[in-house]
């Protein structure tokens, strides 16, 4: 194992950040938190596939056993999968389960931290987190973490779990730069129009690599966000898919889940109602966003040469 000062590396990714090369960042609370076992597990080995097909180094970061960790082995993946003992970290968390030896799947924001800290700047998932509908003072971290922490994030929207007007609000706020991929029109995960507009269309991957250096070169600090619609042909029903959020955000607030349970309670709702519709679409655009970071990693790569 290679390893910067404070994240073990796999010797793929830590070999390809020395040469400049592209990676790609994976979170792991999807893994842990946010699919069934066994597919999330075979979901997170796709993943990587996709990365390494578009020409990039996949780094699915977690923590295990108290060790941040970029590049994780299949034995990892598994035990993140599995579950058990296996906690949710986000960035706040980290320092607990690093001193207790936890093992954490790393939520957007704790993913960023610790992609910021290997050297690692472009980084795939589904959803991020944003202000939860109903409790306007439930915002999720990664936002906050987006503010601070140089690292890309590709995504697919938020889901209407959250508020998507006022997710995009703190968004503007916190001057996190938006590029939509494609359309005009923010997603909203499972469907490909929020019916918000927000930030700028951008059809080309190196246009997005070329902004965000720009924003560097005027010591912006932040990171980026990158909306990719879910491919046409994996987008759900937005009627359907509206009813069951609603069912499940009622079922919430009847069982008093609070705090960092509330995301997970959520997305395991909508996979068992939907009888594994939501899924599909969620491995889908899993995978779309893994291939478009990729290919955004590799222009980065190939305008810093
Ligand atoms: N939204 C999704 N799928 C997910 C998550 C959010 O559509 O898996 C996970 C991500 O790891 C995200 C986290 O960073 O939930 C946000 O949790 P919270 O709302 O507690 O900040
Ligand atoms: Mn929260």
Known sequence: MAGSENVAMTREVAEALAEGGPVVALESTIISH?????????????????VREAGAVPATVAVIDGVPRAGLNADQVARLGQGGDVVKAASRDLGVAIVRGLTAGTTVSATMRIA????????????IGGVHRGDALDVSADLTELSVTDVLVVCAGVKSILDIPRTIEVLETLRIPVAVFGQDAF???YTRDSGVVAGERCDD??????????????????????ANPIPEAHALEAGEIGATIEAALAAAEAQGVRGKDVTPFLLGRLNA????????????????????????AVAEAAQAA
């Open 34 to 50: 946010g699919m069934p076992w066994p597919q999330n597990a075979e979901v997170a080995m796709a993943v990587e596939a996709a």
């Open 116 to 127: 910021a800290s290997a050297g690692i700047g472009v980084f795939a998932t589904g959803g």
């Open 187 to 189: 997603p909203a995960f």
């Open 205 to 226: 991957p190196a246009e997005i690599a070329a902004i965000r250096a720009a924003n560097r070169t005027m010591g912006l600090g932040t990171g980026m966000l990158v």
């Open 273 to 296: 109602v939907t009888e594994g519709r939501a899924l599909r679409a969620n491995i889908e655009l899993v995978l779309d966003n893994a291939r478009l970071a990729a290919r955004i």
